[in-house]
């Protein structure tokens, strides 16, 4: 993997055996320093990681370093070992400085988010001509937790988590499975309720399957061997509050390379893509609709249209919503977000009764569970209308808003 710049292990006291660790994984040349010269050595050695040891280092010195790194671009990952209270928010926890293998698991998953930014950064300077933003807002507005749990502690971890994110409920692991395939999900909370035989099943298939192997995930309760594939697996124990503050850096590395990922495929899709949402813009919405309506009039082929109109209020879901269907909508179908935050998706070759049961279909997705009761703020009204004889774009539109008479005149 190319680091563009060494690993910077910071410790009050010499570390050699995690250093001789670091280099027999090839996470090389590694540099050493004290809390006192770390960031000296930022400056001069231009760390593409840091390792810090947190034993004897307080928190002003944790915080200085945090600062140093977040200032720098691509992003380089903080790891910091040992037991620790409230660490900076770019900074990752690692508890076990003697689980070398796991440490290591977690430093290149780290390194390979640091690639992705640093390809991200590269093409959006090239991409002149179609211009795509990387929004500067702290990814965790963005990220979606899912909660595993039966127990006595599920509402409280409700609550904690939900008051900085989407928190998507599940009482079997049955229904994750069903959310890790139909949701963008960036951590995994493993409440109680669940016997260790489940845990460890559970764990061992997202252990498995790539996509889910840099996941956020957190066990509440201990576990006897988990798998060293799961690069980004914290078991913390403690009140919900604890809970949560040590997730929430796992969970926001998570977003943040989800969010690289949205604004790679718009880069890559010459900028027709609305970063945010993995929709079209609304001008390549226009031309592709446009064209739609053309060919299925000359073909007399289906063609209908739905719109998703989102609580104004509670914009987040606004955005849950248009991922959750550009994530699921067939690959001949296309959508956009409007400017109030509805979304509009177009169903090639679709009747109107096809056309509401998949409308149906995606509804029951964006639906969760929260304290046991669904958040209906999170659910959309929906309309939908079909092509008819004599459509335009522009009428078809205005009757899925029931503005016919307006349109026509």
Known sequence: MSQQGPLLVVSNSARSSL???????????????????????????????????????????????????????PYIPVIALGPHGTLPDNTVPFRSENDTDRLVARLRAALRLRSLHATVLRRLDEARAEPVSLPDTDPLNDATVLLLGRGASYPALSVAFGERMVVVGALSIEAAAKHLASRDIDGVV???????RVIDAFLTVLAEDTRFRNLAVVATSSLQAPPTELANLEIVT?????????ALPLIRQHAFEARLSRALRAIEAGGLLDPQT???????????FATAVTQ???????????????DPTHPRAQFDGARIISRLMRRIDFGTREDNGSVIIVFAETDLRAAHGITRRLLSVMRHTSHGKR????????????????????TLLARLYGETRRAAS
């Open 19 to 73: 250093v001789a660790a670091l280099s027999a994984a090839k996470i090389f040349p590694s540099i050493e320093a004290n809390w006192s010269e770390a960031p000296r050595a930022m400056s001069d050695s231009r760390p593409a990681a840091v390792v810090a040891v947190l034993d004897g280092a307080s928190e002003a010195d944790v915080a200085v370093v945090a600062r140093e790194a977040a200032a720098r671009k």
């Open 190 to 196: 493993l409440g109680d309720g669940f016997t260790p």
């Open 238 to 246: 403690g009140d919900p509050a604890h809970i949560a503050a040590s």
């Open 278 to 288: 993995g929709l079209l813009t609304k001008p390549a919405f226009a031309r592709d």
């Open 296 to 310: 299925a009039q000359k073909q007399r082929s289906g063609l209908a249209v739905a719109r998703f109109a989102f």
């Open 375 to 394: 958040d209906t703020r999170a659910e959309p009204s929906i309309t939908v209308a079909a092509l008819e004889a004599g459509d335009t774009a522009r």
